[in-house]
């Protein structure tokens, strides 16, 4: 992304950081869009990655339940955004 830091952000006042996070929030959600495009890219073209990932997690979470995990979809499963 390699964006400049601005000067607020390295100050000792709480308040001057704060109010900078407003001013530079369109500034750093610009690069951030750019990453997350890229890396959408990225792993669209690699398919195999993708199948393993998912076989990875499903294992992972075969044993979750919702009684446990209430942000699950149900028993074993996320629900798809």
């Avoid at 001057?16 to 890229?38: Q, R, T």
């Avoid at 076989?55 to 996320?78: A, N």
């Amino acid at each position: 992304m390699n964006l400049n830091i601005p000067k607020e952000f390295y100050s000792d006042n709480e308040n001057v950081i704060y109010e900078a996070k407003f001013k530079y929030a369109k500034y750093f959600l610009s690069g951030l869009n750019f990453i997350v495009d890229s890396s959408f890219s990225y792993l669209w073209h690699r398919k195999k990655f993708l199948l393993d990932f998912n076989i990875k997690i499903s294992k992972e979470i075969s044993g979750l339940t919702k009684q446990d995990f209430p942000m699950l979809y149900d028993d074993h499963r996320f629900s798809r955004f």
